[in-house]
């Protein structure tokens, strides 16, 4: 799963994400809890480019999935 903020990929952790409210998380370990599935959990915009960087010329082809989620921008 991919996010905004400050995320500790490694631990699947988010430290801050603050568009959803989220602060010293273990994201990925009660993803898993809940689905008994495998998770791992990264930074939204690393998220969107690793796809381009592993299909280019010379890359290896990999199954990936990005959920991203943004506020834009709002007037005050």
Do not use: F, K, Q
């Amino acid at each position: 799963m991919a996010l905004p903020g400050i995320v500790e990929e490694a631990a699947g952790r988010v430290v801050l994400s603050a568009n959803l409210g989220w602060r010293d998380l273990d994201l990925a370990a009660r993803l898993a809890e809940r689905t008994d599935l495998p998770v791992a959990i990264g930074h939204d915009v690393r998220a969107a480019v690793w796809p381009s960087r592993s299909w280019a010329p010379g890359g290896s082809a990999a199954t990936c999935c990005s959920c991203r989620s943004g506020r834009g921008s709002r007037e005050r």
